[in-house]
T-cell receptor, first 115, second 114 residues
């Protein structure tokens, strides 16, 4: 059972364009929503994260938008650059005492930014 | 700081063989995790540990065993490898002090079972 669904599977964007990746979750106990970035041959690395008490978080060119009622969140990459080409994973976790920081990941999106 | 390291980086096994993957972290993190990454499936949690001497099952634990005898090390074992265990394996760690949600990942081990 995939509790976090991510789309699209792959995305091609021109340099300077906006990349948008969407995720939807089912478990209403989730209260932490990070995005991880993975370059080929490397492990994932935390990019940006949001908690449900805010609807948007921005760090540089990266923005998370969060819609609690729809149980959806998305990553927007403004002014996309070739160096942003990577696989992006959304994830979710709950703050419950027995969660121990366990993350449930989406399926991943392969982003390619053409020069 | 080396962060999270994994050995080996690559391995090819025949069906039925056994092996152990080693994960080491030098950040004094309490929590450690093993994931497998398969195309179109994202990362799925195999086992995790909340401290030395304690381990617990994740989402896909069948066919794997783990041990955490030292705080800095987390071992993943395959007793009898199967082709379905062909995957890229990632270890991660996190700290109670800086927020248990941020996980630091190792570079991965690519395992092929023939």
């Amino acid at each position: 059972q995939q509790q976090v669904k991510q789309s699209p599977q792959s995305l091609i964007v021109q340099k300077g364009g906006i990349s948008i990746i969407n995720c939807a979750y089912e478990n209403t106990a989730f209260d932490y929503f990070p995005w991880y970035q993975q370059f080929p041959g490397k492990g994932p690395a935390l990019l940006i994260a949001i908690r449900p008490d805010v609807s948007e978080k921005k760090e540089g060119r990266f923005t998370i938008s969060f819609n609690k009622s729809a149980k959806q969140f998305s990553l927007h990459i403004m002014d996309s650059q070739p160096g942003d080409s990577a696989t992006y994973f959304c994830a979710a976790s709950s703050a419950g005492g027995t969660s121990y920081g366990k993350l449930t990941f989406g399926q991943g999106t392969i982003l390619t930014v053409h020069p | 700081n080396a962060g999270v390291t994994q050995t080996p980086k690559f391995r090819v096994l025949k069906t039925g063989q056994s092996m152990t993957l080693l994960c080491a972290q030098d950040m004094n993190h309490e929590y450690m995790y093993w994931y497998r990454q398969d195309p179109g499936m994202g990362l799925r949690l195999i086992h995790y540990s909340v401290g030395e001497g304690t381990t617990a099952k994740g989402e896909v634990p069948d066919g794997y065993n783990v041990s955490r005898l030292k705080k800095q090390n987390f071992l993943l074992g395959l007793e009898s490898a199967a082709p379905s265990q062909t995957s890229v394996y990632f270890c991660a760690s996190s700290s109670l002090g800086t927020g248990i949600y941020e996980q630091y990942f190792g570079p991965g081990t690519r395992l092929t079972v023939t």
